[in-house]
Structures are given as structure tokens and as C-alpha cells.
């Protein structure tokens, strides 16, 4: 079994101690059973290091830095946002945890016309932790990005990087994923968006196609909002060859 993985905000170098945060190390301690001299890794800046685990009081926890680690796997070779229309409940947790999983590197709570749900302070910081968690476990280098969230049109424009985002939509014809995977090959950065529990409006439609976003189906079933865009994350992957 490898060591536990925990990000931190401190920059490490051999001999230095750096803390855990609060969820870390409640963690650590009480759901890992970790003791002091237990062996765990920590991350900061895209870099593991090996550590030792330090108990200390009122329950902080700290961890001593022993060495670099080697690492170069944990993330895609391009970065993939995930512009995700807002859902009702807990969906959006699972959208959050699930990409996290497949290497998304940003998460853009979307407004869409038919979006019935918020982004609030507190969801948002809910988010953020499971992608701090999902990371962890997913042996990710970097802790993903939830953005603040913005409209269809706007998040559309605002993520057309170095290839048209890619959006799904379930009148788009067969095969096309698969020729817009052929048009962005080689793109450092690519951006999937997908719709809400209603589905796109005909208005946001157009405003995908103004933006030079590419229409592209998933399939033959339909989707729900949430399965959506793991499963169109993990067809980007293998589509391309990452994995």
C-alpha cells in the first residue's frame, strides 16, 4: 500500500516541517489511524515529497520533509477545463470529484438558461474541498481549479484557449466527436461544456456555434447532466491517446 498523499501550502525542501490542513490531519489521524514516524507524501507546486508525520498539540499535525520524489504521471498532457451547467442537490459534487478523478485541471460552474440551481460561497467552498480530496486520491500533482461561476456565453468565450471548446449536445451527428478530436490535435488546452438537466436552449445553441464551439455527440443514449462529463472526459483521454 503506498503512503497517504496530502497537499500543503508551504513550498518544501529536505528538513523542513510543514502542517497539514485541519481535514488532513483529521484525516491522518483519526480516519488513517496515522501515528508520528508514519510515512506520508506531500505536494506543493506540482512536486511530491516524502515525509514523516509529526503529531503535535490541540491537534495540529505537521509533517517533516525528507526528500523529492520523482514523479511524473498524475496529470493529462494538456489542460482540460470543464464547464459544467449548474445542477440541483449533490450532482455537481459528483461532477467535481468524478473529473477531478479523470484529470480535469478547471471546474467553471456554469448559469444556463434551464440551470435551477446556485453557486453559492458555501457550495463553492464545498467544491473545493472535494477536489482537494479527489486529487489526493486520484495521485494528482496539482489541485484543480473550481472557478467562480459565469454565464453559458461568457464561460464559452472565456475558455477557447488554443482549440474550440467541444460541447455536448445530443442532436449533434454520429462521428462527431471523433472529427473534433482530429481538429484539435496537439492543443495545449481544450475545454468540454456541458448542458443542464434540461438540456441546452435553442438561443444557447447558437451562442456555442457563434463561439466556434464544436456540436458533438456522446452517443446514441442520453445522458444525464452529471454522467456527462466524466464520460465525456475519459472519451477526450483515449480518444487522444493519453492514456
Given at each position: ?18 502542517e497539514?490542513?485541519?481535514d ?31 503529531e ?8 517533516h ?10 496529470e ?8 459544467q451547467a ?74 477557447r484557449g488554443d ?19 482530429r ?60 492514456w
Open positions: 500500500m503506498s503512503a497517504p498523499r496530502f497537499f500543503v501550502d508551504t513550498a518544501c525542501r529536505p528538513g523542513l516541517e510543514v497539514l490542513h485541519a488532513d490531519a483529521h484525516h491522518a489521524t483519526h480516519v488513517l489511524r496515522m501515528h508520528g514516524g508514519d510515512a506520508l507524501i506531500v505536494l506543493h507546486g506540482g512536486k511530491a515529497w516524502d515525509a514523516t508525520l509529526i503535535g498539540e490541540a491537534g495540529a499535525v505537521r509533517a520533509v525528507a526528500k523529492s520524489r520523482d514523479e511524473s504521471l498524475g493529462l498532457p494538456v489542460g482540460v477545463s470543464v464547464l449548474l445542477v440541483k442537490g449533490a450532482k455537481f459534487d459528483d461532477v467535481v470529484e468524478k473529473t477531478v478523478e479523470l484529470g480535469a485541471r478547471r471546474i467553471v460552474p456554469v448559469h444556463c438558461e434551464r440551470s435551477y440551481a446556485d453557486a453559492s460561497r458555501h457550495r463553492l467552498d464545498r467544491w473545493r474541498r472535494i477536489a482537494r480530496s479527489a486529487a489526493q486520491q486520484a495521485r494528482r500533482l496539482h489541485v484543480p481549479v473550481i472557478a467562480e461561476p459565469m454565464g453559458w456565453a461568457d464561460a464559452l468565450q472565456a475558455f482549440a474550440r471548446p467541444l460541447v455536448a449536445y445530443e442532436n449533434a451527428p454520429a462521428g462527431s466527436f471523433a472529427e473534433a478530436l481538429g484539435i490535435a496537439g492543443a495545449r488546452d481544450i475545454a468540454i461544456a456541458i448542458g443542464p438537466e434540461g438540456g441546452l436552449t435553442a438561443a444557447e445553441v447558437e451562442a456555442a456555434r457563434a463561439a466556434g464551439c464544436a456540436l458533438v455527440s456522446l452517443g446514441p443514449t442520453i445522458l444525464r447532466t452529471e454522467t456527462a462529463a466524466a464520460a465525456m472526459l475519459a472519451a477526450l483521454a483515449a480518444g487522444a491517446g493519453w
